[in-house]
């Protein structure tokens, strides 16, 4: 690897990706491993670098919220490995993944070779990842798309190559949850007119109770606007489906504890209310 010292986010919502990367290291040591990413541990390691001394208790209460997490999330990780696999079976070339964080599927999956990947997330989250990655080699086309969810990001994916009549898998793995609900839907508007028949979008449906233990504590170090209090963070929201229905999109909805049933691990719910709207482009 490159000798670079990156700067890893240490606060906002693009900290939250270091979180995710690992729980996915962690989940790649096991030897019965959902999947495996190994891209995943040369983040941590950058990311514990570059945290220092002085970010050694960040660090700590970081790593603690991984394991909080772990059980839920790794299965997530797979779950979406299987539906974009499914999506580009079924016609999908464009993968669009939103608030991509330190996802590196463009890097570790199978696909067809004309698959085309493109991720947005934040430029701070990109000026961490991006220098890690150097000397990595995707699978596939892989172009970033430095960009503010909440602000215009259309044109800029178009310029990057983006394709309007080809079919895409739009991916949301836990980032639309960090926007009120106004941008999240303003976000499922354009994705929408991007979106050639047979494209296919999953959402997520679930209960999160912004008062637990470990959700305040995530509040507390992601800091700033994103977290703070009575803001409707909660995404597409409970009528997301309805909403998908009436914009055009062929809905359904898989039950999070059927999908994760064949996983093995303990990361059932017990609530039939759970669980993905996956939704295909008409
Ligand atoms: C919990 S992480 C998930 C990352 C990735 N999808 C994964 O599963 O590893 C949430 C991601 O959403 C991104 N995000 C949150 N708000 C955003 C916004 N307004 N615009 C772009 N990205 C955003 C964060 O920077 C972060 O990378």
């Given at each position: 690897?490159t ?46 670098r ?25 299965v ?39 698959v085309?990947?493109?991720?947005i ?9 991006e ?20 602000e ?10 983006f394709?309007?009549d ?31 028949p ?85």
């Amino acid at each position: 690897m490159t000798e670079t010292r990156p700067e890893a986010p240490t606060a906002g919502v693009a900290l939250t990706a270091i979180g995710v990367a690992v729980i996915r290291a962690r989940e790649s040591r096991r030897p019965d491993r959902l999947y495996d990413d190994p891209l995943a541990q040369r983040f941590v390691d950058a990311a514990r670098r570059s945290y220092g001394e002085e970010g050694a208790q960040r660090w700590a209460r970081l790593e603690a919220l991984a394991d909080t997490f772990f059980e839920g999330r790794t299965v997530g990780v797979r779950l979406v490995d299987d539906r974009m696999v499914a999506a580009v079976e079924a016609g999908c070339r464009q993968i669009v993944i939103l608030g991509a964080g330190l996802d590196t599927r463009a890097f570790r999956l199978t696909l067809p070779a004309d698959v085309r990947f493109f991720e947005i997330d934040l430029p701070e989250l990109f000026a961490f990842k991006e220098p890690v990655l150097a000397d990595a080699v995707p699978k596939y086309d892989r172009t970033v798309i430095a960009a503010d969810l909440r602000e215009e990001w259309s044109e800029m994916l178009r310029a990057k190559g983006f394709r309007a009549d080809v079919p895409t898998y739009w991916v949301d793995e836990g980032s639309l949850g960090y926007l009120g609900r106004a941008d999240a839907l303003r976000v499922a508007e354009t994705l929408t007119e991007l979106s050639a028949p047979g494209s296919q979008f999953g959402a997520g449906r679930f209960h999160v109770d912004r008062n637990l233990p470990h959700y305040t504590e995530l509040g507390r170090l992601v800091g700033g606007e994103h977290h703070g209090e009575g803001r409707d963070l909660s995404g597409l929201g409970p009528d997301a489906q309805n909403w998908l229905t009436a914009h055009g999109w062929r809905t359904s909805f898989r039950r999070w504890d059927d999908m994760v049933a064949p996983l093995n691990r303990p990361a059932a719910i017990r609530d039939a209310e759970v669980g993905l709207i996956l939704a295909i482009r008409e």
